[in-house]
Nanobody, 123 residues
């Protein structure tokens, strides 16, 4: 059983930056593909970014590519999401997720989920 705890959310002005962290425990972190997803009020949960177990491969949604960067530190059991040039449309609860396989952009392919952290971008 893997437990995931996100942190780093908050309120930021448009154009600003935030760095989200997700600390994993209870499993072999280095064997999991990790992803970040987000869910805005009244909308479905959507894919943001994913990273392979080794960190060699990453994948981004078109709406964040070039602005967000996903990375991981297997020694610390942590995955990060650096978010730059934030827009009001990025406002959502951000979740990290893990799956015992390579990276994926599909919500239903992730087994473990964190509780989420709120990101609010003001205009």
């Amino acid at each position: 059983q893997v437990q995931l705890v996100e942190s780093g959310g908050g309120l930021v002005q448009a154009g600003g930056s935030l760095r989200l962290s997700c600390v994993a425990s209870g499993g072999t972190f280095s064997s999991y593909g990790m992803g970040w997803f987000r869910q805005a009020p009244g909308k479905e949960r959507e894919f943001v970014a994913a990273i392979s177990w080794s960190g060699d491969s990453t994948y981004y949604s078109g709406s964040v590519k070039g602005r967000f960067t996903i990375s991981r530190d297997n020694a610390k059991g942590t995955v990060y999401l650096q978010m730059n040039s934030l827009k009001p449309g990025d406002t959502a609860v951000y979740y990290c997720a893990a799956r015992p396989a390579t990276l994926s952009a599909r919500v239903n392919e992730y087994v473990y989920w964190g509780q989420g952290t709120q990101v609010t971008v003001s205009s």
